[in-house]
């Protein structure tokens, strides 16, 4: 095998790697600060038990209308025993914001799991992605909200 096949073979592999969803079993998020237990590791399966809804908006990131499914924050933030005032989320892709947890829970936020109907890979901006209802709610079409609408999303300290 020749270096250059070598090379596509191993980009291909990592590629895939990144590209597929998390399995249920995986930690894919892990939950810190002011919560119950003080730290909270979750696995997809975990997340989804919480219970799900879908908003379906347009976003600057996608093309058209696109339905995502999700467990509410409310919920979510209830299920964790949040006690704070603020969320401090950070991505895989080492970005990160703090959001009021009001904010959050007022204007009815999910963190998605599945984008169409698919669960979302790490190259489909998951396993998990904060979707505000832009197009049903005004306050949230702005840079601000579009800064907060985190994707690939590892953990969430609560503080």
């Not at 895939?16 to 997809?44: C, M, Q, R, W, Y």
């Not at 219970?51 to 995502?68: E, N, Q």
């Not at 006690?83 to 950070?90: C, D, E, F, M, S």
Request: glycine share 6%; charged share 20%; net charge negative.
């Amino acid at each position: 095998m020749n270096i250059r096949c070598l090379a596509a073979s191993v980009a291909a592999s990592v590629l895939l790697v990144f590209a597929t969803p998390a399995s249920a079993s995986d930690t894919i998020l892990s939950v810190t600060g002011k919560v119950t237990d003080g730290e909270i590791n979750l696995t997809l399966e975990q997340v989804e038990a919480m219970g799900s809804t879908s908003i379906v908006t347009t976003t600057p990131w996608h093309d058209g209308l696109t339905t995502f499914e999700g467990v509410p924050m409310a919920r979510f933030l209830d299920a964790v025993g949040a006690q704070g005032t603020t969320a401090y989320v950070h991505a895989l892709n080492d970005f990160s914001i703090d959001i009021p947890l009001s904010d959050l829970t007022r204007f009815d936020a999910i963190m998605a799991f599945k984008t169409d109907g698919e669960y979302m890979g790490i190259a489909e901006k998951g396993p998990l992605f904060i979707v505000f209802p832009y197009d049903d709610v005004r306050e949230v079409r702005n840079e601000l909200f579009y800064a907060r609408s985190v994707w690939q999303i590892h953990t969430i300290e609560i503080e």
